[in-house]
């Protein structure tokens, strides 16, 4: 089993920063993709951004350039850096992992960004 922990999700104003982290632990082998979707109300999970083992980076257009990805693999933790938040930004923040051709998938954690 893998689990996935996030932390970080709060509340801001719009124009202010969060960082949110995710660590993964259980019977990993090896990671072969890590990353950030986010599902707000009423709408579809989608894609924030995502890592891969060898740091290949693809965000949603919606976030670049105010969103940044990064991972350690020693900790086998990925970061999410979000500044200038917009309400829109405002959802439950998931972290993803891919690993020999499982997806997992933690808990959540929220994101309210206000105006």
């Known amino acids: 089993q893998v689990q996935l922990v996030e932390s970080g999700g709060g509340l801001v104003q719009a124009g202010g920063s969060l960082r949110l982290s995710c660590t993964a632990s259980?019977?990993?082998?090896?990671?072969?993709?890590m990353g950030w979707y986010r599902q707000s109300l009423g709408k579809e999970r989608e894609l924030v951004a995502t890592i891969t083992n060898t740091a290949r980076i693809n965000y949603a257009d919606s976030v670049k350039g105010r969103f940044t990805i990064s991972g350690d693999n020693a900790k086998n933790t990925v970061y999410l850096q979000m500044n200038t938040l917009k309400p829109e930004d405002t959802a439950v923040y998931y972290c993803n992992l891919d690993s020999r051709g499982s997806t997992y998938w933690g808990k959540g954690t929220l994101v309210t960004v206000s105006s």
């Open positions: 259980g019977s990993i082998f090896s990671i072969n993709r």
